[in-house]
């Protein structure tokens, strides 16, 4: 088991940033992706970036390159989300996710999940 907790959403003006975490436990990440989706209201939860915990590498939506970046801090156990440049339609409630072993952008491929925290950009 994997448990997942988001933290650092907030509101904030377009073209402003905000920092998400993902605070992991129960079990050693080697090998997990850890994703972050959204949803916003009325819509399907979206992928937005992903990073392998052992290698580090990364993937993101198109609309979020250059503008957001996935992180992860082995000793802290935590994975991060630096947003910058907001937009309005970044506005959402943001999961963080973990898999062991896929490199997905299909949340149902997904096994563990946070709670969500809120991020809304006001224009």
């Known amino acids: 088991q994997v448990q997942l907790v988001e933290s650092g959403g907030g509101l904030v003006q377009a073209g402003g940033s905000l920092r998400l975490s993902c605070a992991a436990s129960?079990?050693?990440?080697?090998?997990?992706?850890l994703g972050w989706f959204r949803q916003a209201l009325g819509k399907e939860r979206e992928f937005v970036a992903s990073?392998?915990?052992?290698?580090?590498?990364?993937n993101y939506r198109d609309s979020v390159k250059g503008r957001f970046t996935i992180s992860r801090d082995n000793a802290k156990n935590t994975v991060y989300l630096q947003m910058s440049s907001l937009k309005p339609e970044d506005t959402a409630v943001y999961y963080c996710?973990?898999?062991?072993?896929?490199?997905?952008?299909?949340?149902?491929?997904?096994?563990?999940w946070g709670q969500g925290t809120q991020v809304t950009v006001s224009s």
């Open positions: 996710a973990a898999n062991f072993f896929l490199n997905s952008d299909r949340d149902y491929e997904y096994d563990y």
């Open positions: 129960g079990r050693t990440l080697r090998g997990y992706y």
């Open positions: 990073i392998n915990w052992s290698s580090a590498s990364t």
